[in-house]
């Protein structure tokens, strides 16, 4: 394509300010009078609230306000930032009787200092009836299993009997046919644990009244819109008295795609008439905010001999802690977008989401997939492997391709019947050939596990797909308007959660109207001025937003070719733009400068060049990605090292392909932790046991191995230039191409995550005892 | 409430602020507007925070203000020179190693310390360097790329390089 801005490695548009540490993000303002605010949480994983006394909290000199669930309205709701109406049950309230989990909110407070807030929450006095607690999802549903949500006005839970907050069942042809066509089926078990965001900046709100008594919440949010409905709906305001401004956000990762602080910190500022900020602090952000689900997955899937898969049946019971925040469509996903990744005929998912008393899982990078294609993957080359197959050659003769028609998906949207998905670009056997080249797959994969000594090499692949937005849900609207200089202003709805959306955005504004970066100017995320967009996620931003700034620059463009038709005297079909200038396309060649444009409309046409659009997809283009993992597994310490990841992504076009590699090298350090190291661990009482980042491990410079990233560009019809998505899918192929190198390299397969270096250890000696060490060395 | 004042020099300008003896220096900074001070965990365990003193990285959420009384601190806000930029933050912007930029001030700092001790480290170094600045957004490589980068573009001055 040619192109002269889009497809550029340009520099962020927001960079300048973000280097030379402009005040840019939600906490970097100092507002007069304005109040901290803290929320008591619960010590106990399931307790009903006996009585609670403030007095002695509010007499604290220095503390504005105090609330209890006596104090504010009780609206059933999700914290969910989803279009309306949320599939996600309403089953939260802004305070309750009740609590659900350690770290539910029992109160809150605002005072004029931290410390002060503090003191003030150690003075509430609370009696608690301490209530039996679930927190083992294989339990929840048993028959005398304490019932977490037994009040009466929640609404759209499955079973609240038994703790199920959503159930899924769907079924493509017939699966039990299918295994009876098969030749051999092969079923086994795994399961993933409960994983946190860990975005740096933790979330944070600050809320006040403004000159009109409108409630300002300017917020670390992935959803402003639903954010302005949810807390409107909450606090029982009117929309128009309620503004959400998202300013640069430290990482979201899904979990800002919450309403998490906002209700809180507003019925504060309400409360004192003040200011009010609420930021999380690590430990908070760790159990008090949201996570993956964690999940047991059974797969069965039936093959032919030649290893041709008919049919997989996918069951799946996951928890969604104490509250089904995102509950059915995370779950939804890890059918819809894992099992259509082969070309079986036969496809069935079947899916329980329980409560139990834990933290609250939400929306994270993948939503869903990671854990469904950890299975999946796992046992496609658990297959291979036993049919004597290359896991390549497997894939290359089962994988989903350009024409295919994904029924599941027409049956598993968000929350209701979706549309079905036509793939109209794939580049995904290019990514498996390059992804094998990069890692040396022929050669290592013959040679590796030969080698002596105590530390075993070997190489693991896995292939992966996602989405591009949901198919007929997500929208989102885009404003231009064009300055004396020749300069626009981009408005658009749409968050930049720090992956680069305002950059990307103006360079498809910028390559439509033909002018350079540096003459759009990026407003985005305010509600009072920017206009609709459900949000950042669902790897939505790019096609969905993308495609409302390419419609609305058309139509702009089309404004600025009409003047510029006068003023030169041609018509408009002989101009085109491009450098900042409309010029002819035919003999003389005429021109003049967008500045030039800008100041005859404006000042002699008396026209304001603008226009605005709306735009939204009927498919999800799925992006592709093909990983491939070297490891090395120390049979003596159980450490296992990944060596090279080599990822190889199909994105569509990529509009910033440094962005967009920035994008795949993040998630896939996202994707190690959740492989190798990360889990928010629990005690028998619900309390977390590892709230920090010396005890839950992430990634650091010097833990990583040596990434390879590439991109497989193909040119989506739907997408803006191209476009799909890239930000979600590489997350997805870490887990199981290294539990497959793993098995390649030691012979032993894990099935359960995070593989740890005891969990590693635990493996090898129940599957290879031999490797065990001596009794009599172990107990000398 | 006890009171103290402090002196210290911020990026090249003597300040005098009236802290409490218990308020950590990334509080004191933020209060002040150095907003390029991140607090992302206040336990030493992320880099956020990182600021230099006497030219050394520092986790100011794991020291009271009081202890750099008389020091010279270096935050990110002091970097570049009016519109100039540092090398360093040239090459975070052209390497694509921003992305929320809430961990670059620390990384930027901790990279510059390390430059002005190493003006040419191995990519072993630079990682040892950035070990411990968290970050959740880029894997990395493109921070790792734009340290190598500055150091290659960066002038260094001849007492220094020798
Ligand atoms: S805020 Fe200081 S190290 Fe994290
Ligand atoms: S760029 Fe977001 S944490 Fe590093």
Redesign the pocket.
């Known amino acids: 394509m040619n192109t002269t801005v889009v497809g550029k490695n340009l520099r962020k548009v927001d960079g300048f300010k973000l280097v030379t540490g402009g005040a840019a993000f939600t906490d970097d303002v100092l507002l007069p009078g304005m109040l901290y605010g803290k929320i008591l949480p619960s010590p106990y994983a399931h307790a009903r609230i006996k009585r609670i006394d403030t007095s002695k909290a509010k007499a604290l000199p220095g503390v504005h306000a105090v609330l209890t669930y006596k104090d504010v309205p009780r609206v059933p709701h999700t914290t969910a930032g989803q279009a309306w109406p949320e599939p996600s049950p309403y089953d939260t309230y802004l305070l309750d009787s009740k609590v659900r989990f350690v770290g539910d909110r029992v109160a809150a407070v605002a005072a004029e200092s931290r410390a002060l807030a503090e003191q003030a929450l150690r003075l509430i006095d609370v009696d608690y009836e301490v209530l039996p607690a679930v927190l083992d999802m294989e339990a929840a549903m048993d028959a005398g299993a304490p019932v977490i949500h037994d009040e009466p006005d929640s609404t759209k839970i499955f079973d609240r009997e038994h703790n199920i907050a959503a159930h899924i069942r769907r079924e493509i042809g017939n699966v039990d046919d299918g295994f009876r066509e098969a030749d051999f089926i092969f079923e086994r078990e795994y399961r993933t644990q409960r994983q946190q965001h860990c975005m740096l900046e933790p979330h944070v709100t600050i809320c006040w009244l403004d000159g009109d008594g409108r409630l300002m919440i300017r917020t670390s949010t992935q959803v402003p819109y639903h954010c302005r409905r949810q807390v409107a709906m909450i606090l029982q305001i009117p929309v128009s008295r309620v503004r959400v401004i998202k300013p640069r956000i430290g990482g979201g990762f899904g979990g800002k795609q919450e309403m998490l602080l906002e209700d809180i910190c507003s019925a504060l500022a309400l409360a004192t008439r003040r200011p009010v900020k609420i930021e999380y602090t690590?430990e908070e952000e760790f159990y008090m905010a949201r996570s993956r689900h964690p999940q047991i997955l059974r797969m069965k899937m039936g093959v032919k001999r030649d290893g041709t898969v008919v049919a997989s049946h996918l069951q799946v019971l996951a928890t969604t802690g104490a509250y089904g925040s995102h509950a059915s469509t995370v779950q939804g996903n890890t059918g819809s977008k894992v099992l259509p990744l082969y070309r079986a005929p036969h496809l069935r998912f079947e899916c329980d989401v329980v409560y139990t008393n834990t933290p609250v899982a939400g929306a994270f990078r993948g939503y869903g997939c990671p854990q469904g294609f950890f299975a999946q993957e796992s046992l496609a080359d658990e297959i291979a492997y036993k049919l004597g197959m290359d896991p390549v050659e497997f894939h290359r003769k089962n994988a989903i391709r350009l024409g295919d028609v994904d029924k599941l998906s027409a049956q598993l949207g968000e929350g209701k019947e979706g549309l079905p998905r036509v793939i109209r670009s794939c580049g995904l056997p290019e990514c498996v050939k390059r992804g094998a080249a990069a890692i040396d797959w022929d050669r290592k994969r013959q040679s590796l596990p030969a080698r002596a000594g105590f530390v075993k090499h070997g190489v693991g692949m896995s292939c992966t797909m996602q989405g591009s937005g949901i198919a007929g849900i997500d929208w989102a609207a885009s404003f231009l308007k064009m300055n004396e200089d020749g300069s626009f202003f981009l408005q658009v709805g749409a968050s930049d959660v720090g992956a680069g959306a305002d950059t990307v955005l103006a360079q498809i504004a910028a390559e439509t109207l033909g002018v350079s970066l540096g003459k759009i100017i990026v407003t985005s995320g305010d509600t009072d001025f920017t206009p609709f967009d459900t949000g950042a996620y669902a790897s939505s931003t790019t096609i969905i937003s993308g495609g409302a700034v390419k419609k609305a620059a058309e139509k702009v463009r089309a404004q600025v070719l009409g003047v510029a038709a006068k003023m030169l005297a041609v018509p408009v079909e002989n101009l085109a733009c491009a450098k900042d200038e409309v010029f002819t396309t035919t003999k003389p060649r005429k021109s003049v400068s967008m500045a030039e444009v800008a100041l005859q409309a404006l000042y002699q046409e008396k026209l304001q060049i603008m226009d605005g659009a709306s735009h939204y997809n009927t498919d999800s283009p799925p992006p592709f990605c093909a990983t491939f993992a070297e490891v090395a597994v120390d049979t003596q310490t159980g450490r296992v090292r990944v060596v090279h990841l080599a990822t190889a992504v199909d994105p569509g076009v990529a509009i910033n392909p440094m962005q967009a590699e920035g994008q795949v090298e993040g998630a896939v350090t996202q994707g190690l932790g959740f492989a190798l190291s990360e889990e928010l661990m629990l005690n028998h009482t619900g309390w977390p046991m590892n709230p920090n980042?010396l005890d839950y491990k992430i990634f650091s410079a010097k833990d990583m191995p040596k990434l390879t990233t590439i991109l497989v560009e193909t040119e989506e019809p739907l997408g803006p230039y191209g476009a799909k998505s890239v930000s979600e899918v590489p997350i997805n192929g870490v887990a199981p191409a290294i539990a497959n190198a793993i098995f390649h390299a030691v012979g032993v397969r894990i099935r359960k995550l995070p593989i740890r270096p005891e969990d590693m250890l635990r493996a090898l000696y129940e599957q290879q005892p031999e490797l065990k060490p001596e009794e009599a060395l172990v107990t000398q | 409430m006890k009171t103290m004042s402090l002196c210290v020099t911020v990026n090249g300008e003597s300040k005098q602020w009236t802290i409490a003896p218990g308020d950590l220096l990334?509080d004191v900074l933020r209060r002040e507007g150095y907003f390029g001070v991140?607090?992302?965990?206040?336990?030493?365990?992320?880099?956020?925070?990182?600021v230099l003193v006497h030219g050394k990285p520092v986790?100011?959420?794991?020291i009271f203000a009081a202890q750099v009384e008389g020091g010279e601190i270096l935050t990110i806000e002091g970097l570049a020179q009016g519109d100039t930029l540092d090398p360093l933050q040239e090459a975070f912007l052209d390497h694509g190693a921003v992305q929320c930029g809430f961990c670059t001030p620390?990384m930027i700092l901790a990279a510059k310390a390390l430059l002005d001790r190493q003006p040419h480290p191995t990519e072993e170094q630079v990682r040892e360097a950035l070990a411990?600045n968290?970050c959740r957004c880029t894997g990395y490589r493109k921070p790792v790329e734009a340290v190598l980068a500055a150091a290659a573009r960066r002038k260094v001055p001849t007492e220094v390089a020798r």
Do not use: D, I, P
């Open positions: 690590r980042f | 990334l991140k607090r992302g965990c206040e336990k030493g365990e992320c880099g956020a925070c990182t986790n100011s959420c794991l620390g411990g968290y």
